[in-house]
């Protein structure tokens, strides 16, 4: 029995214990309970619903779950969302921004940003305010709403790893953007085609988004490169790659070898450097090489280094950029 003289008033405390606990099970409840079809949840438990056998990979969800509270996704909010990746075999994530604007009923373009290495994904909005200059640009009438959606592609959660957004020993990092698109797809209202998607990079994401885009020209219809470089070398998490890995993944080398599909499935891209970075030898090569697939190329150098200065301050630039592609529709097919 509780000692009412060492613990206060002891029905009271007895009437608390009991409050949390009804608290933890309708908190349990919550976390457990599938999303509605609208992606109302940001933890859902259905993201390992397919894999029903495997009760080790659903107990390992439950634990997950259990510190990471599910978030109610809304209108004008950056919110968290998981979901089983099957390229990275585990609970996943992203963030997405919804505009204020957005409505289940009508269908909107999304904007892909991949982060820097190190990095994470809410740099851009630490960083640059993406969100706040989305809305700033949509009040204006200068852009249409858009949905954000920024993967997450650091190794184990750790900002200091670099998956180079490839699909390596160290993770499947390629195939889990495109699972993020699909579940993007599945939760929200978005246009599920080509045309409606623009996937953007800085740094490291500048090289993800060109590599992702050259290997899923299906999946984007549109790429922004910022301060990209197009050259894999056997270091890092492509130390053990064979030669042909390496080729692979270097985006100036295989280019000529997706004519084919990027006649079927035409690519506009967009590529801008610093004029002080150490890589920016490489952006002319990439721009000639891809203009000579039939694929529609422009690139600028501006003033600047490889730091967020430059990626800032040419943020608004590249939504007015995107909100053009959306409209634009289509890339013309090569002659």
């Not at 699972?179 to 800085?202: E, K, M, N, S, W």
Request: hydrophobic residues 45%.
């Amino acid at each position: 029995m509780l000692d009412s003289h060492r613990f206060g008033r002891g029905p009271a405390l007895v009437v608390a214990f009991a409050a949390c606990a009804a608290l933890a099970i309708v908190a349990y409840l919550l976390l457990a309970a599938p999303p509605s079809s609208q992606g109302s949840s940001a933890a859902p438990a259905h993201a390992v619903a397919g894999h029903g056998k495997d009760r080790a990979r659903v107990r390992r969800w439950t634990r997950y779950a259990a510190t990471h509270p599910a978030t109610q996704v809304g209108p004008g909010h950056l919110s968290r969302i998981f979901f089983h990746s099957q390229a990275l075999h585990r609970v996943a994530d992203y963030l997405v921004y919804l505009p204020r604007d957005y409505r289940p009923t009508h269908r909107l373009p999304v904007f892909y940003g991949l982060h820097g290495m190190p990095g994470r994904p809410l740099a851009f909005t630490a960083n640059a305010d993406i969100e706040l200059r989305l809305e700033r640009l949509i009040a204006a009438g200068r852009v249409s709403p858009m949905i954000l959606v920024f993967p997450d592609g650091r190794i184990d959660g750790r900002t200091s790893s670099d998956s180079e957004w490839a699909n390596t020993r160290s993770g499947a990092f390629l195939s889990y953007v495109v699972d993020v698109v699909h579940d993007v797809d599945l939760r929200f209202a978005t246009l599920p085609f080509r045309q409606d998607r623009v996937i953007a990079g800085l740094s490291a994401g500048a090289y993800g988004a060109v590599n992702l885009g050259l290997h899923a020209p299906a999946l984007f219809g549109a790429v922004q490169v910022w301060s990209g470089y197009f050259l894999q070398t056997p270091t890092g998490v492509f130390s053990h790659a064979t030669p042909q890995q390496i080729f692979d993944n270097s985006p100036l080398e295989y280019v000529f070898t997706r004519r084919v599909q990027l006649r079927r499935d035409p690519l506009r891209a967009f590529f801008y450097v610093g004029r002080d970075e150490s890589d920016s030898w490489q952006t002319p090569p990439m721009v000639a090489a891809l203009r000579a697939t039939g694929s529609d190329v422009d690139w600028a150098i501006y003033p600047g280094g490889h730091n967020w200065n430059l990626w800032s301050g040419r943020l608004n630039q590249m939504l007015l950029l995107a909100a053009r592609d959306f409209a634009a529709g289509p890339a013309p097919a090569p002659e």
